[in-house]
């Protein structure tokens, strides 16, 4: 069974710039969630999607970012314009259940010069 | 919201040692509690996890255990290996969301 992949793993940009990462969640897990984690913090949580329909984004923190999931199978996270602050690597993570464990992709580290 | 604490930050046994990594919560309508480790350069994979109507879990070398009344539950890896080597993260969930909470991390370090 193939994982959660992401795209790119890393991605260095400057302030100002566009940034947009992708998540393939496992094929059939309804759940898609994003986190960020900046050096030595905990995960955070970004926004949940069950399919297309964003369940929660009280993690999104200001209104640069934009989640879609169209169609419910792959998710797009877009960041515009970028700020110094947003550099930290990137998780998308899907699950069948929603009240269960994750699983996670490789992430996508982002830095922002 | 939800309130994780996870100790120590970071830990150095040897080889054969036992380690044991705690996290606290304080929503006590909280139900679910995973662990997930990540390697160097790799992903968090989630390892063992643990629901509010049962005290403990074992896999192998790796058990959790948890205490509803303290609200804290803990990681306990035994006869540890080079390999454990990894950041360990305790989450939670429940408590009417299913968004985790996850904790700041436990650097483990196995020295052979």
């Known amino acids: 069974e193939a994982g959660v992949t992401q795209f790119p793993s890393h991605s260095v940009i400057e302030k100002g710039q566009t940034v947009t990462l992708r998540c393939d969640p496992i094929?059939?897990?309804?759940?898609l969630y994003w986190y960020r984690r900046v050096m030595g913090k905990e995960i955070k949580f970004l926004l949940h999607?069950?399919?297309?329909?964003?369940?929660?984004e009280s993690g999104m923190p200001n209104n640069r970012f934009l989640a879609e999931r169209t169609g419910g199978t792959y998710s797009t996270l877009k960041v515009q314009p970028a700020e110094l602050e947003d550099s930290g690597v990137y998780f998308c993570?899907?699950?069948?259940?929603?009240?269960?464990?994750?699983?996670f992709g490789p992430g996508t580290r982002l830095t922002v010069l | 919201g939800e309130n994780v604490e996870q100790h120590p930050s970071t830990l150095s046994v040897q080889e054969g040692d036992s380690a044991v990594i705690k996290c606290t919560y304080s929503?006590?309508?909280?139900?679910?509690f995973p662990w997930y480790k990540q390697e160097l350069g790799k992903r968090p994979q989630l390892i063992i996890d643990?629901?509010?109507?049962?005290g403990e879990k074992k896999d192998q070398r790796i058990a959790v255990t948890l205490n509803k009344t303290a609200k804290h539950f803990s990681l306990h890896i035994t006869e540890t290996q080079p390999e454990d080597s990894a950041v360990y993260f305790c989450?939670?969930?429940?408590?009417?969301?299913?968004?985790?909470?996850f904790g700041r991390g436990t650097s483990l370090i196995v020295h052979p």
């Open positions: 993570a899907s699950s069948p259940h929603e009240s269960g464990g994750e699983f």
């Open positions: 999607f069950v399919k297309e329909s964003k369940q929660d």
């Open positions: 094929s059939g897990h309804d759940n």
């Open positions: 929503d006590s309508a909280s139900n679910y």
């Open positions: 989450a939670v969930k429940g408590g009417g969301s299913y968004i985790p909470t």
């Open positions: 643990i629901r509010s109507n049962v």
